[in-house]
């Protein structure tokens, strides 16, 4: 079981920037999926974006053209960067994973605040 600690979260304006990291305890390799998901007061958590391994990918719509996903499997991390950033995408984002016989981690959440 990979450990998943996401950092980054924070208070910007409408329009700024983020990037968000989730930070893996051991090889994202151990993973055979990993996504990034938000879960806003009120709501469903849901998912933003996805990534798996010789397989299918997953943006949402409301992420096209603003959000990206990537990882980096040196240094065992999975990013989200956000651009254009709208009050909407308040939310605790969280980084999961899926492992190869199907055991899944997530990490703690890191809150993303957007107001003027």
């Known amino acids: 079981q990979v450990q998943l600690v996401e950092s980054g979260g924070g208070l910007v304006q409408p329009g700024g920037s983020l990037r968000l990291s989730c930070a893996a305890s051991?090889?994202?390799?151990?993973?055979?999926?990993m996504a990034w998901y938000r879960q806003a007061p009120g709501k469903e958590r849901e998912l933003v974006a996805n990534?798996?391994?010789?397989?299918?990918?997953f943006k949402a719509d409301f992420a096209k053209g603003r959000f990206s996903i990537s990882t980096d499997n040196g240094e065992n991390t999975m990013s989200l960067q956000m651009n254009s950033l709208k009050p909407e995408d308040t939310a605790v984002y969280y980084c999961n994973g899926v492992g190869w016989t199907g055991w899944s981690s997530w990490g703690q959440g890191t809150q993303v605040t957007v107001s003027s």
């Open positions: 990534f798996n391994r010789g397989g299918t990918t």
């Open positions: 051991g090889s994202i390799l151990s993973f055979k999926a």
